[in-house]
């Protein structure tokens, strides 16, 4: 590997940095145009969602996607807050501060520099297989439960009343207590606002397309939806001075670049965040990964996920160090930016520059701008997450995936998000130890006029009845011995002519010291009755472990190398 | 079924009970005697280990037994106090009492009874396959360990000193700090009945034989050492008046039959027993089953476990009504059972009545039993189950094994008994699941003359450029896909030619949810690479499963039965 390439392989900067011309560098900037324009109100509505002040969510925006530009592999993979990683942020932090203190600030913050941490130190260490343990399913499950829990917890700012609560019981409580305070001009503006958001989505995109509007430029329009709510709404709270009436607004943000800020190092708020930062962190990758690899794979680019969780530590570690929050790469801002053409990470920083200028220059604007109409923001975006099509898709293909998306859905409504994953990758691990302690077994014989063997109750097979041919489809290991050692007696027992039993481990992917010793005792067993004991198909790496072991030693039968070669030898009986 | 075989399957005595004769009665007879005269003291320092009475060490050993022979399959088990259940009882009822009071006593009892229940609970919905989940080396590491605990703990009995604790380290703090108060006389008695013992083990048995007296009968006669170290240490204590020089004996125990005794059902005291009931439960039937099923061996008689939990189960709630605590089959009494020729459960109701007229008539005579002589008794059985050797042979053998072992002895000794199994079962299923997330994946071709496909890698096989057959040694599910498809696009991208991809199945057992969609993924960019995908040796319950999904419809390529038949089709391209 040349020096260049050792560098560009840890610093993916350098590898599209030389090739950076001014199409390129046009390209980038129509699409940072178009990208600030939407991340604006999606900033300052995860921010709400967070429990935090808006202006951090301008804050979470700029740096982290520039450091996520220098050492992250997706060419258009934008990073700033999302909405999962904003409410798993919520129920995190939640736990140690009441929302809106200094304190509550400095978790969040804290949050963002572990969550940075874990994520650096799973890249080095190279760990970035762990996200698998979090099945497809539970992470759709997931997403859904965290979608309607996002959607609930916003319902108060469309009422204009107070409420709080991290799952949906909670959420619903807190709101009916309240919900004699509601403030109806605020449900006006929310539920305006929500059913134009929501016709956006579905009504604007198909008319752009009839007036001729090109998909890829109608894609894009279809997204300044939020704006155009934002200016709306601001400008009619400003005129009718809604904030007499009781209106809740963003009011006052400071003007100014993002403010250096530095994590606590307090044993205590470590000791309470850990927890929920190695969740985040996990569920972040997962989500920032798989919008990664699907844009990267239209255009043939390759996705590192070792290089990824650095890129996505550095962003968070940069965030917490310049007053933001948790951040991973987000669906839509990804989409809109890779819609709008952007070619290379630089777009990022174009963006960040953006943002930088809005939160300089454009914080007065916003004083009016109703916290409704973000809500609504936040609800359309979400619901576009929900898909309750994972439950009968896994009830009708595999009751053990269903048993786990079940489980997190429900358990993350009902009691939150993070117990919600634990549960999903505990059901997922649990039913795939439970399949494998009591695994298929078959009786094979041969297929006739081949040398292939198959199961004699789906095929019509040849069996010698003198011959006992077993296949168990699973690795023998201490969950399924005693579960194989009763089939085999029990099947032997119905066999009285019976000289051979041959144990066919084409599926037998290992064998553990448990199952060694069993194996033991099932040869010895069938000595007694004068059976005689055999292996077939032993696959390489099981062989080169039973090398020396006792049972190798004292089998009263042969190992053949295929099934087949286990019919010569018995019929020269 | 008949009646009666229905009957005698829930009460197995109606399958012993017809056949009885003098004879059988005269062996279960003799069996008794010499069962009760090793049980005396084996009760009594059983109760002390727990932290209990003496005479609930009695208690325990009666009803239990006769409810036990009703109930259970296995004609020799002795069932009782046994070492690491008094260990575990000892350890949980300490979490909620202090050893002496009469809440302990109270605790303990529900114990039982809570024990009972689940055992009983398993038995009739048939769960002793969860039993399955402590594997052989696991449970081997976890009695080393328990033994090494049992005897520290009874140390301060030898020194005449107090100390408690519930590991390794509790227990050497707690001797050291009371060191000073050394009784040099019950050190005398200690160290010399251990030695005493001891050689009874290791010469006495030896010297027996060589006397011309037969193996069975020495072995009966061996196991009488605990009841002559008993008899004479106390005739010294008594004749030297030893209780006035510091030496503890066991004192007044009430004369007469158990008293009846009911279980709390305090909600407080069940919440914090639930977990080590549960424990205790398992540990206790895994003993118990593998006694039983080691001695039925030798006789051809069949054990159910489902049914043996239930005889469990009896015997610990009658445990808890008649004064006991936790009970299960012990295995030097079980083994002396047998070896003095008991034929039928009968001997133990005889064992019991023995026991009966001992609390009845002796208990007079062990007030000046010292507790050194005792210790020293639980000190020389302990021992005998004390086996490092596991883990060497884990070592060589398996190194998931050997991890799973070396958690189950540390955390045992460091942190107590609970969660040392507790370590030791979550360590086996993640090295499992760990190592099916990045299996054994095999290029394989074809072994010449033969329709047998292996390993490119370790045998001469003849291989096609256009063909690239992969085997995957494990089932695919979420843990793992990923793993898959980066291998597959490797192998891909080395071979230039390539026209076919053939995922050999033969050793994939289940395709779950996730792993479904990773094959669809493979499928549509191998596709686009105009390589065909196929599959091979599909398992019929795998291949059940996939009929009707979308990867059967739009795969590019075919299913194969065998995977030779992949040769002829290929060929004819």
Redesign the interface.
């Known amino acids: 590997m040349s020096n260049m390439s050792r560098i560009s392989k840890f610093l993916p900067i350098f590898d599209w940095g030389r090739t950076y011309n001014q199409v390129t560098f046009t390209n980038d900037l129509v699409a940072a145009v178009v990208v600030t324009v939407m991340l604006i109100p999606q900033s300052l509505a995860y921010a709400l969602l967070a429990g935090l002040p808006p202006e951090m969510g301008l804050y979470a925006s700029m740096f982290p996607i520039v450091l996520y530009a220098i050492f992250g592999t997706s060419r258009v993979l934008a990073v700033g807050p999302v909405a999962v990683v904003s409410l798993l942020t919520a129920a995190a932090v939640g736990k140690i501060a009441i929302p809106g203190t200094p304190e509550y600030i400095a978790a969040a913050i804290t949050l963002a520099f572990m969550s940075g941490i874990i994520l650096l130190g799973l890249g080095l260490f190279r760990l970035g297989?762990l996200a698998?343990?979090?099945?497809?399913?539970?992470i759709t499950g997931f997403i859904t439960a965290s979608g309607i829990i996002i959607a609930a917890s916003q319902m108060k700012h469309i009422f204009g009343i107070n409420a709080d609560g991290h799952n949906i019981l909670e959420i619903t409580i807190s709101l009916r207590e309240s919900i004699t305070e509601l403030n109806w001009i605020t449900l006006l503006i929310g539920s305006l606002t929500t059913a134009f958001l929501l016709w956006v989505r579905k009504g604007f995109l198909p008319l752009l397309l009839k007036l001729g509007i090109n998909q890829r430029a109608s894609n894009i329009f279809a997204k300044a939806g939020p704006i155009i709510a934002i200016v709306i709404t601001t400008l009619i709270a400003w005129i009718f001075s809604f904030t007499e009436r009781g209106v809740k607004v963003v009011g006052e943000v400071p003007q100014g670049l993002p403010p250096i800020s530095l994590p606590s190092f307090s044993i205590d708020i470590w000791t309470s965040l850990i927890g929920s930062a190695i969740l985040m962190s996990l569920i972040g990758f997962i989500e920032s990964i798989s919008i990664a690899r699907t844009l990267a794979?239209t255009k043939r680019q390759r996705i590192d996920p070792n290089q990824e969780l650095i890129g996505l530590g550095v962003a968070n570690v940069g965030a917490a160090f310049t007053s933001g929050f948790p951040v991973t790469g987000g669906f839509s801002r990804s989409i809109v930016n890779y819609d709008a053409g952007a070619e290379t990470p630089a777009a990022g920083a174009f963006t960040a520059i953006g943002l930088g200028v809005a939160s300089l220059f454009l914080t007065t604007l916003i004083f009016y701008l109703p916290k409704a109409t973000l809500a609504a923001t936040i609800i359309v975006a979400v619901l576009a997450l929900v898909d309750f099509s994972i439950l009968k898709?896994?009830w009708i293909?595999?009751k053990?995936?269903f048993a786990a998306v079940a489980a997190t859905m429900s358990v993350t409504l009902i009691m939150g998000v993070e117990l919600g994953v634990i549960a999903g990758v505990l059901i997922?691990?649990l039913t795939?130890?439970y399949?494998?302690?009591?695994?298929?077994i078959?009786i094979v014989g041969q297929?006739p006029g081949?040398?292939?063997y198959?199961?004699v109750l789906?095929h019509d097979v040849l069996v010698n009845p003198q011959v006992l041919t077993i296949r168990v489809?699973?690795?023998l290991?201490?969950?399924?011995?005693?579960?194989l050692e009763d089939r085999i007696y029990s099947e032997v027992a119905k066999k009285p002519d019976l000289k051979h039993v041959i144990l066919m481990c084409?599926?037998?992917?290992?064998i553990?010291?448990?199952a060694?010793?069993s194996l033991n005792i099932i040869n010895e067993?069938l000595m007694l009755g004068d059976i005689k004991f055999h292996l077939s198909e032993v696959?390489?790496?099981v062989m080169d472990?039973l090398e020396g072991?006792s049972l190798l030693k004292d089998l009263s039968g042969d190992i053949f190398?295929?099934q087949?070669q286990t019919k010569k030898l018995i019929n020269s009986d």
């Open positions: 297989f698998n343990f979090l099945s497809h399913p539970v794979a898709k896994t293909y595999s053990a995936d997922s691990i795939r130890i399949k494998s302690s009591c695994p298929h078959a297929v081949t040398e292939h198959r199961n789906r489809d699973e690795s290991y201490f969950a399924n011995t005693r579960f084409s599926a037998v992917n290992a553990d010291m448990s060694l010793e067993r696959k390489g790496p472990k072991t190398l295929s087949h």
